[in-house]
């Protein structure tokens, strides 16, 4: 089953899109804690601009299902989620051990409804992957999801699911070959380290690179073993404009499309690529941003947007709304309309802010080097791989309620947005020397293993037939039995938490 890519339910006349958009109106009250500069009050800011740009209308808006335990257990170990399901602030201090093997405490605090959060942004994005495998939507977009540095039982830098590689699990029982690109400041190292030894997989990730965190990302790591050449990472240094940036991502994601052909695209926007954001230090106009999006949307191929960082939070509401426009082909005006949070976008009260005059330390040289480099990587993969399937494994079942666009609980966090300075920790954590060879960075051997394991139940029959035993016999691999039919999966009560009505 080749699905190509180029086949869609709709968008014949090149310039229109089925879009789904999934929001959960709560999403905004969870709250990181004071001064920190996570802040998901974005996303209701973003929701309010695409609401009264009268983008909603659309588009089809939909609250996401929460994710559940065993949704997240596709890619976590059953002891992490367990311990993100149980923590709360006022009991954390009991379990210092644990929080410390999970690296949960200081980036990554313990605050009212933690898991209930991680359920909702896990949720849109397995959502949002379900419905571009069904073909209800050419477009998924899920801002609240993104959060790319989660690992299989830690959380790092403001991640503590990770929703992409749930998200592309799900895509991968329908699609062959699935391409991850992540245009976030930061590198994308959580999905990249996930799927690091497959090749149904592509991760491809711009970001800074040299004495930054997460201190990954090195263009000498390029895969392992089947994974060889199908992990890409572009290096980036301070101040990129937008011109800098194409000059790499359209040669680079161009080569990609046509070498990997991937059937279905999950792009991370992370709006702390922008400039002036209070953590980065790039310069990139929303435009420029948004260019990004343009171009992955011109391949015609069943694309999930995801948001990611961003902590100038007026520059991320802008982005995203923008961003939502190009998915659905709609320029919008740059005047703001009045709406409830219209005073974090004074003086100009526009969409679109002017980048600042930053220098630009990524020399002509320099980028030229790095397009050479990477196209050269690429021409090593001269034909898509073909897996074979058997039997589609069954969908996660969500049934998500259609999300009431007049929702009234739009209220501000009473301490939202308190621009309390607060630096994120910058050391990086796996810095490499550079004079050192580059090794293969399968780090975590039992997450990578883990999610071969999963991908590779992705064309298993889901019963256990002799075939399908052989099957993963002769892949050398250890023979997963896939879900149960989704009809006969309970849906779980509510969790506890914050958002419990
Ligand atoms: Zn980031």
Redesign the pocket.
């Known amino acids: 089953m080749d699905t190509g890519g180029n086949s869609l339910p709709s968008g014949a006349d090149g310039l229109k899109r089925k879009v789904c958009y999934f929001y959960d109106p709560e999403v905004g009250n969870y709250y990181y804690g004071q001064g920190h500069p996570m802040k998901p009050h974005r996303m209701r800011m973003t929701h309010a601009l695409l609401a009264h740009y009268g983008l909603l209308q659309h588009m089809h808006v939909l609250k996401p299902n929460p994710a559940r335990d065993k949704d997240l257990c596709r890619f976590h170990a059953d002891d992490y989620v367990s311990f993100l399901r149980r923590v709360t602030p006022e009991t954390q201090q009991d379990q210092l051990r644990q929080l410390k093997r999970f690296n949960v405490g200081e980036d990554c605090p313990v605050f009212d409804g933690l898991y209930s959060f991680c359920q909702t942004y896990a949720g849109g994005s397995i959502g949002g992957a379900v419905k571009l495998n069904h073909g209800h939507c050419d477009i998924a977009v899920n801002w609240a999801g993104g959060l790319?540095h989660a690992k299989k039982c830690e959380a790092s830098?403001f991640c503590y699911v990770n929703d992409i590689v749930l998200a592309i699990l799900e895509l991968l029982k329908t699609h062959e070959r699935v391409l991850y690109v992540d245009i976030?400041?930061?590198h994308g190292d959580g999905v990249e380290e996930a799927f690091y030894i497959t090749d149904r997989v592509m991760t491809v990730s711009f970001h800074k690179f040299g004495d930054y965190f997460p201190g990954t990302g090195d263009i000498r790591d390029i895969g392992f073993g089947k994974g060889k050449y199908y992990a890409l990472n572009v290096p980036l240094d301070d101040g990129i404009d937008d011109e800098s940036y194409q000059s790499l991502f359209k040669p680079i994601i161009s080569k990609v499309m046509e070498v990997f052909r991937p059937g279905a695209v999950v792009l991370q926007c992370?709006a702390?690529?922008l400039s002036g954001d209070r953590?980065?230090c790039f310069n990139l106009s929303v435009k420029g941003h948004a260019e990004c999006v343009r171009f992955m949307r011109s391949f015609n191929v069943p694309l999930l947007l995801v948001g990611?960082?961003?902590y100038t939070i007026r520059n991320v509401a802008r982005c995203w709304c923008y961003e939502t426009g190009v998915a659905l082909g709609i320029e919008v005006d740059d005047k703001m309309p009045q709406h409830e949070y219209i005073e974090y976008f004074g003086p100009e009260y526009t969409l679109h802010v002017a980048p600042s005059n930053m220098e630009n330390k990524n020399s002509r040289e320099l980028l030229e080097h790095i397009r050479v480099k990477l196209l050269d990587n690429l021409s090593k993969l001269q034909h898509a791989p073909s897996v074979q399937f058997q039997e589609r494994p069954p969908d996660t079942q969500f049934l998500e309620a259609d999300e009431d666009e007049d929702n009234k609980d739009e209220r501000n966090h009473p301490d939202s947005d308190v621009n309390v300075d607060c630096e994120r920790k910058s050391t990086p954590r796996r810095v490499k020397m550079e004079f050192v060879e580059s090794e293969p960075n399968h780090k975590n051997h039992e997450a990578v293993d883990q999610v071969a394991r999963e991908v590779e139940s992705t064309l298993i029959d889901s019963t256990c037939s002799k075939d399908s035993i052989a099957a993963a016999e002769a892949a050398g691999l250890p023979y997963v039995k896939a879900e149960e039919s989704p009809e006969n999966v309970d849906v779980e009560a509510g969790p506890s938490g914050m958002d419990q009505q």
């Open positions: 790319h830098g976030d400041i930061h992370g702390d690529s953590l980065g990611g960082g961003g």
